[in-house]
């Protein structure tokens, strides 16, 4: 069935459920000549891993990968890059009382009616385990766009109904020294406290993350329908239990006029130099019909609370018998501090595959073309 893969000229494919043998990634596209940074990939990785602290998922997997093609002596070879992780914990015990009923707003039903065949351990292929290969191949874009002087930082910015305050600038430090990952450490606080609250009651919460990219030049995007903010809003509402997208002002943009939202062109250049336009405000959130216009890029995306509560829940079985469900199990109550390195991954993804459409390939080797040895 298609619809595994994503990107035109960074293209990514992943593959694996979550209590089979396997899941991974195949980048076909991605440069040669690259000397990929793997500590840099499993650290990216660590930062999505079930485990990681007490408010999430208590699921236990090391993440290990190998990577079984397009790679030697330490360097890609432009053919297919693919990462394979196996599976170490899968444990589907808790699921096997789940095998033949359907969990409200989760993805039994809809596979079922889709394929007539499922996996039904730990959510099989609609499990967010599957964003294991988004986040491997996110790292290796992220590699390439750092040669061309592109980073970016995606961090909580609301749990339920507690909001953080919007930072001028962030880093990834500031946003990992919280266990919430949000940078405001008032809001964070509150944040922890009411995840807690909510998982005692055998509850779930949703919430925000929102991601921003510096120091993409202007001309990054492709008329009509790859357009950068489409694409990002493509992939942003691909990552399981997204439910909404903002790019630049997005929904708050409806209630304003023009005069207020105009993003007013200004020349931030030294008299006498290139001219270096830039925008005195940035309710675009650095694109304009579709194009990066030098402003960073900015985004939103809304999570759901988590469909899997621990409470009593009506539902029917796939005789369409009323029944009665409690599940049991190793769950996210929120999956936001989680979400922040998929959202991140999935913002590289698009960036990288707009750069190469673009020809702004890193440094490697293009076919016919110049080679140098440089890493990223
Ligand atoms: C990082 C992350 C962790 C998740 N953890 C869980 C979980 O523990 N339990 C669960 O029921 N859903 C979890 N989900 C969400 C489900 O995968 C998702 O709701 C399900 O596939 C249905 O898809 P939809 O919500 O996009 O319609 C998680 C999602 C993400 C991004």
Redesign the pocket.
Known sequence: MPGNSFGTHFRVTTFGESHGAALGVVIDGCPANIALDLDGIRADLAR?RPGQSALV?PRKEADEFEIVSGFFEGRTLGTPLTFLFRNVDADDRTYRPLKDVY?P???EYTYEARYGHRDWRG?GR???RE?IGRVAAGAVARQLLEELGVTIVAWVSAVGDVEAAHPETVDRDTVDASPVRCPDPSAAAQMEALIRSVRSEGDTIGGVVRARANGVPAGWGEPVFDKMDALLGMAMLS????KGFESGSGFAGARMRGSAHNDAFINVAAPGEDPQIRTQTNHSGGVQGGISNGMPVEIAVA??P???IFQPQQTVDRSGEAATIEPRG???PC?VP??VP?VEAMMALVLIDLALQAGHGPGGHSPGGHRTSRGV
């Open positions: 999505r998922s969990r707003s989760h993805a959510g609609a499990s967010a964003t990552i399981p239990a997204a999570f759901k988590v469909a899997t190793r769950h996210d999956v989680r979400a998929i």
